[in-house]
Every structure is written in structure tokens, then in C-alpha cells.
């Protein structure tokens, strides 16, 4: 899910340059930075974003919205004919309804989510929203986002 979120981000990052230089070709000779933000992502509705495999991560979190921000930097090529070469301090936002669906059940036990749903209703137990983010360090040369460096931005 991360190298897929972050190839889209990439490949957003390559698009919004590739339309500044179109508007202003005096900018491919100096540094570019520009902010971009993308769309929310639901975590379990495509092949590319999958639903979580294992059962652990299955009840801790499983279908989620996520999505990209990042603060880009474009530096121009350092020798004649070469590639721009892309910065990226992205940061993955990640959230979650923690809640019991009805009509929905759990994947492995087959325990309706009603069962639990009643700790809502009965006072012990409560709804709430978990929020998260991950920031990665990202580099690569134009048109090459499959051979990108990536580092975690602070953080252990």
C-alpha cells in the first residue's frame, strides 16, 4: 500500500512539474518547489489497495481512507541532456472509524458486528477515530520513479 500511495505521488509530482515547465519553460533551469495533496484512498476497495491480510490487521484497523501530501523540490539536471532530479517529503495520513457495522461481520469468525455493537448501545463501549501519519524521504530522476531512494523523515 505505501510503494503504491507513494508511485501515485510520485507520478502527481512528475505531472504538476511537467505542467509548470509547459506554463514557464524558464523554470526547468533553477530548483521548483511546490506543495501537492492527493485524494483519499479507501484501503480495501481496489487490487492496488488491498484490504489487510493478516487477521491481526484485520481487526486493528481493516478498509481505512488514506492519502498524500508533500512538499517537492525539483533540482535541474546536473549534467547537459540529463534529468531533473525530484525531492519529495511526503506524508502518508492515514484514518479509521473504530465501530461496530450493521449488517457486517467479522472476516474469520464470521461474529456479526451487531454482537459487539450492543457495547455501543449499552454504554460500555465507544466509537472513535484513529488518525495517523508515516513521512518518507523520497528521491528519483524524471521519468524514473521505479528507482527511487525512500527514508523514513524522523521517526525511529
Known sequence: MLTNSTRDTQQ??????????AQDPSLAGKPVTFQITGSQIGVGSSEQ???PETENW??????HSVWNSATVTVYPPETPG???RFEMDMTLHAEDRY???PGQQD?????????????ERTGLGHQYTNYGTLQRHVTWDQG????ATSRPIGGR
Open 12 to 21: 502527481a509530482a512528475e505531472a504538476t512539474y511537467n505542467q509548470m515547465i
Open 49 to 51: 489497495f488491498p484490504y
Open 58 to 63: 484485520q481487526k486493528a484497523i481493516g478498509g
Open 82 to 84: 540529463g534529468k531533473p
Open 99 to 101: 465501530n461496530f457495522n
Open 107 to 119: 472476516i474469520n469468525t464470521g461474529t456479526p458486528d451487531a454482537e459487539n455493537g450492543r457495547l
Open 144 to 147: 524514473s520513479p521505479e528507482n
